[in-house]
């Protein structure tokens, strides 16, 4: 049975929108994309590259993964991220596509819940989830979330999504490793109890 692990990149005020390049997501009038890259360290790569090691699958949320099939497949393989991200089995939540054309794509959301926990069920490792902050929301509410790796950024943005938003139930985590980088960035790993 695989473990559902959601990784994340925040800031301090847990917001997770745009992190990447100042054009990723300006919804809601969101200003400050790109806010990640002055934090960006060997240690942060390292722990993904460790990371990496136990995933067996990706599950991503559309808009997240057409960002990412738009740019990892023309980096090289002799990035350890890329190779990886590349190889293996990636599965998109999605009711607007039709077709995933990044390798070892597939897509499922007929009946989300029950796809995601076949998913789960079948194989060992992990399936982890990077950004897609709605699908997130919807994996939480369905129980389906076993842990999280939280990339805690030292800054404060004041408006953009965020990772947690309005839950049903409150949900208790373990922290299960806790380590920090040189820019500051705290990197939390919990499980659910």
């Known amino acids: 049975m695989r473990n559902l692990l959601v990784v994340e990149f925040l800031t301090l005020d847990g917001v ?14 969101f200003d400050y994309g790109g806010w990640a890259a ?7 790569f390292d722990a993904a590259v460790e990371g990496m090691q136990s995933t067996t699958a990706y599950l991503f949320g559309r808009k997240t993964y057409e960002k990412m099939a738009a740019h990892w497949p023309t980096v090289g393989d002799d990035n350890p991220m890329a190779a990886h991200l590349n190889q293996t089995p990636k599965y998109v939540a999605t009711r607007t596509l039709a077709t995933a054309t990044w390798s070892n794509s597939r897509i499922i959301g007929d009946d989300l819940a029950s796809e995601v926990a076949a998913l789960k069920a079948d194989g060992d490792g992990t399936v982890s989830v990077l950004g897609s902050g709605d699908l997130v929301q919807t994996l939480i509410a369905d129980d389906l979330v076993d842990g999280f790796q939280l ?14 938003r309005s839950l049903d139930h409150p949900r208790a985590l373990r922290l299960t490793n806790l380590r920090s980088t040189p820019t500051g960035v705290v990197m939390l790993d919990y499980a659910l109890d």
């Open 16 to 29: 997770m929108q745009g992190l990447g390049s100042p054009d990723e997501d300006r919804s809601g009038g």
């Open 151 to 164: 990339l805690v950024h030292p800054l404060l943005l004041g408006t953009g999504k965020r990772l947690f």
């Open 38 to 44: 002055p934090y960006g360290d060997d240690a942060q």
